[in-house]
């Protein structure tokens, strides 16, 4: 019997973290185990996903399936966007490049800014009173 390649990595962004899994298909995309469109609900975040896929003409060729736990929605399809670049380099090495130019690779260290203390937040102050 043939092994399936199964290629598993994960993908950070903001408080979300995906792991995904990528294995030679014919392009399905599953997250926690419901069609991504139906987890997605904004476009913009379906096309965030297939970014890397597209670019790479990798979007028929390999099954992806995801496990995302945190954070929002934005950062949730980020964190799968970074772990989908990551597979892929696994996948297929000679990719590395072309993914790198184009900032798949980089994980985006923003992050929220904790609240100070006699603060409202991270940088507004309480209102101040003359009397």
């Known amino acids: 019997m043939e092994e399936i390649k199964k290629f598993t ?3 950070r962004r903001k408080e979300s973290v995906a792991r995904v899994f ?3 298909g014919k392009g399905d995309i599953m997250v926690n185990h419901k069609p991504y469109d ?3 609900i904004r476009e913009t975040d379906r096309l965030i ?3 890397p896929l597209k670019l790479t003409e990798c979007l ?3 099954d992806v399936i995801a496990n995302i736990s ?4 934005n950062g949730q399809a980020g964190a799968l966007r970074h772990g989908i670049s990551r597979a892929l380099i696994l996948a297929e090495p000679e990719l ?5 130019k184009n900032g798949f690779l980089t994980r985006d260290p923003r992050a929220k800014e904790r609240k100070k203390y006699g603060q409202k937040g991270a940088r507004k102050r309480f209102q101040w009173t003359k009397r």
């Open 9 to 11: 990595t994960v993908g």
């Open 22 to 24: 990528l294995m030679l």
């Open 38 to 40: 139906k987890y997605f």
């Open 49 to 51: 996903i297939k970014q």
């Open 60 to 62: 028929a060729k390999y």
């Open 70 to 73: 945190g954070g929002g929605l």
């Open 96 to 100: 590395r490049d072309l993914l790198r």
